[in-house]
């Protein structure tokens, strides 16, 4: 049974930081997973936001491109978020996701219905 808990959330102003983590346990082969960031904001769709592979190779949406970085610790079945200069657009329920063979290339509208396994979420608000 894969859980996946996210933490970190809260409130940031505007131009600040957060760093969000996501712990991983129920299964043993955490390593060769991808593992995802999406977020969703009220009334809109869940979006991915960040995604890394097993090999450490990682995908981000363009509006993430050279503020947000994502990094695993494998040894620690933990997963992180670093969310730099943020937006209010950044706002919204931050969402851990897992699936267990390869990460998306690209993040389109539906690539968050491949990933089998979530978090509850944590929220970020920017104001």
């Known amino acids: 049974h894969v859980q996946l808990v996210e933490s970190g959330g809260g409130s940031v102003r505007a131009g600040g930081s957060r760093r969000l983590s996501c712990t991983a346990s129920?299964?043993?082969?955490?390593?060769?997973?991808?593992m995802g960031w999406f977020r969703q904001a009220p009334g809109k769709e869940r979006e991915g936001v960040a995604a890394?592979?097993?090999?450490?190779?990682?995908i981000f949406a363009d509006s993430a491109k050279g503020r947000f970085t994502t990094s695993r610790d494998n040894a620690k079945s933990t997963l992180y978020l670093q969310m730099n200069s943020l937006k209010p657009e950044d706002a919204g329920m931050y969402y851990c996701?897992?699936?267990?063979?390869?990460?998306?290339?690209?993040?389109?509208?539906?690539?968050?219905?491949?990933?089998?396994?979530w978090g509850q979420g944590t929220q970020v608000t920017v104001s």
């Open positions: 996701a897992a699936h267990p063979r390869v990460c998306p290339k690209v993040f389109t509208p539906s690539t968050h219905g491949r990933f089998p396994y």
């Open positions: 129920g299964y043993t082969i955490y390593n060769s997973y991808c």
């Open positions: 890394i592979a097993s090999d450490g190779s990682t």
